[in-house]
């Protein structure tokens, strides 16, 4: 199979309007929400409604955090496969990314703020069953995997969750923590485990409504960056939901097939959260470009190198650092809407593109000096809200191991 990795023409319009989306409510509102940690950005309402509406026409799959459902349309044609490209698939996971990748350009906190949008979503559409999809699909969904004692090694979790025969219920015990958008969303898919002895094949994702009384909100985070994104803890107590609220097989799994299924799901979203550093990364270097002009830099690719001047060559090096990050992010989105495992893909995208776009962040507040600090501009903001991508949906050094164990042959027992 070859990889074409221009972006097809098919998706002008849908980029267009996620930027202009960007550039008109993300970016003007940027500092005030990052200043007033806590509050809900109401101007995401309004777009969230066209975000839906732009989904249900097919037009834009979810340019949110989220939106990688397996379910949703594809955008090819009759026959499966692009117009553009024929004999390759651009799907939901293409679309989501390269609307992302405008909306992280306006700003990353505000996206990761957007109604519907969250990672639970995700989750849902990879397992849940027609009859959970007609009750869960399109509502705002944030996704509680960590816990004090489990954040990189995920199998760790400790809350549980107990099956009531007399009301059919599950019942959770357990405590989750920096859940992204966990106050504000209208579901939370909770990680528990139906046998702490039995391992991996026992963890299974639940639903849990954002106001059933047995889930209580300890505290809000307050952060470096991504202020405008709400990030909760929660303690569950007795928290009962009905079976039905059980995505995928009750069963107690092999470790190996059980895990995988929930972990297939970040195959999906870390080319989306790897596509969040382009964003941003993108917004450095735009204004950095434009404050090295102001100073009378111009960046001339066509000097050889021993002519260039130490700002320029800094550039360009960045330049091509961004743009390696977006190629294997824009790879690994093509081989999911082509179906063909990229867990590899995935993980060498997120890598790669969190530490770029934190060290390209840092880098363009560097290179423009106290106006790159300064509250004046965005740049001291970006460079704070790029930290979070190398960290959340597994850490810098969370993604080298899997990459590791991937070429080398090796299972998470024999590398860890
Ligand atoms: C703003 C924010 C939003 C978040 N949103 C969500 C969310 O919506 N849902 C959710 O479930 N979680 C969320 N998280 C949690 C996030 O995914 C975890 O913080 C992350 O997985 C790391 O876990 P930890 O913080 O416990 O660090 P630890 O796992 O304790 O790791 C600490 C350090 O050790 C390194 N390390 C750990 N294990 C290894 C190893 N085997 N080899 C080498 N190095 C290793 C890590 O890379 C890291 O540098 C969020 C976190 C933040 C800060």
């Known amino acids: 199979m070859t990889i074409n990795l221009e972006v097809p023409k098919k998706f002008d319009q849908l980029i267009a309007q996620a930027h202009q989306a960007a550039a008109e409510v993300l970016r003007p509102n940027s500092r005030h929400y990052d200043t007033a940690e806590h509050e809900r950005p109401k101007e995401l309402d309004m777009l969230a409604a066209l975000i839906d509406g732009m989904n249900e026409g097919g037009q834009m799959n979810g340019a949110g955090a989220s939106g990688t459902g397996s379910r949703s349309s594809e955008t090819t044609n009759g026959n499966g496969t692009s117009a553009d490209h024929p004999g390759t698939r651009n799907g939901t996971n293409m679309a989501t990314l390269l609307g992302l990748i405008e909306m992280c350009w306006g700003d990353v906190g505000m996206l990761l703020a957007m109604p519907r949008q969250g990672l639970g979503q995700a989750a849902i559409a990879a397992v849940a069953d027609d009859e959970q999809m ?49 106050d504000r969303a209208e579901l939370i898919v909770v990680w528990a485990t139906l046998d702490r002895s039995a391992g991996r094949g026992a963890i299974k994702s639940f639903v849990v ?19 405008a994104s709400d990030t909760a803890n929660f303690v569950l107590t007795d928290c009962r939901v009905p079976k ?24 999906n979203t870390r080319p ?69 495992p990229n867990s590899l893909q995935a993980s060498m995208a997120k890598a790669k593109a969190g530490r770029m776009g934190t060290d390209v962040a840092l880098r363009c507040v560097a290179l423009c000096g106290a106006t790159g600090l300064g509250e004046g501009e965005l740049l001291e903001k970006w460079a704070r809200d790029a930290k979070i991508l190398d960290l959340f949906e597994g850490t810098q050094q969370i993604q080298l191991l899997i990459v590791a164990r991937q070429l080398l042959g090796l299972s998470s027992a024999q590398l860890r």
Do not use: H
């Open 209 to 227: 409504e954002r106001d059933n009384p047995g889930l209580k909100l300890d505290r809000l985070e307050e952060k470096l960056g991504i202020r």
């Open 272 to 340: 989306l959260v790897a596509g969040m550093a382009v964003g941003v990364a993108r917004a450095c270097l735009e204004r950095t470009r434009e404050i090295l002009a102001e100073a009378g830099v111009e960046i001339d690719y066509d000097a050889p190198p021993q002519r260039q001047t130490a700002a320029v060559a800094e550039f360009i090096a960045m330049e091509a650092d961004w743009e390696a990050a977006r190629l294997l992010t824009l790879q690994a989105a093509w081989m999911a809407d082509n179906k063909v």
């Open 134 to 182: 007609k009750r869960f699909g399109g509502k705002w969904a944030a996704m509680a995997i960590t816990e004090p004692e489990a954040g990189s090694d995920s199998a760790a979790i400790r809350t549980t969750a107990v099956y009531d025969e007399a009301t059919e219920e599950y019942v959770l015990n357990g405590e989750k923590i920096y859940v992204t958008s966990g």
């Open 244 to 267: 039905q609220n059980l995505l995928g097989s009750a069963e107690i799994q092999e470790a190996k097939q059980g895990f995988a299924g929930v972990m297939k799901t970040f195959d």
